[in-house]
């Protein structure tokens, strides 16, 4: 069982898991960091970055992707237990292009609009 079911709210189960699709699916090597530690390491495999979170109460899932001769990065904090719909979930995000982490935030909140 993933720490997301046991820990998560559905609400911000749902916004987590399509946010972590998105970024995967626009070739994006995610990182996790707990709070604690690094638990994933530019990762590709959704069922390992999923896996990894929500084992405490916070998360930073750190996005990176080889654009030309640079690296796009963006970083998402995601806390859990403040809302039970999931729209408080993503706390803050930081962005070397904030319109490009705009748009993943904006996308993945559509799930519980």
């Known amino acids: 069982m993933m720490s997301l079911d046991k820990y998560a709210t559905?609400?911000?189960?749902q916004v987590v898991v399509e946010l972590v699709r998105l970024l995967l699916?626009?070739?994006y090597?995610?990182?996790v960091f707990d709070g604690e530690e690094y638990t994933v390491d530019q990762s590709?495999?959704?069922s390992?970055?999923?896996?990894?979170?929500?084992?405490?109460?916070?998360?930073?899932?750190?996005?990176?992707?080889?654009?030309?001769?640079?690296?796009?990065?963006?970083?998402f904090?995601?806390?859990?237990?403040n809302a039970e719909d999931g729209s408080e979930v993503v706390a803050d995000y930081h962005a070397s292009?904030?319109?490009?982490a705009d748009g993943f935030f904006n996308k993945a909140?559509?799930?519980i609009a």
């Open 44 to 46: 590709t495999s959704s």
């Open 29 to 31: 090597a995610l990182t």
């Open 109 to 111: 909140y559509e799930v």
């Open 97 to 100: 292009d904030l319109t490009t």
């Open 48 to 75: 390992e970055v999923l896996d990894a979170l929500a084992t405490t109460g916070e998360d930073v899932i750190i996005a990176d992707k080889e654009v030309d001769v640079a690296y796009n990065r963006m970083s």
């Open 10 to 13: 559905a609400g911000e189960k």
């Open 25 to 27: 699916e626009a070739d």
């Open 77 to 81: 904090e995601l806390l859990y237990g």
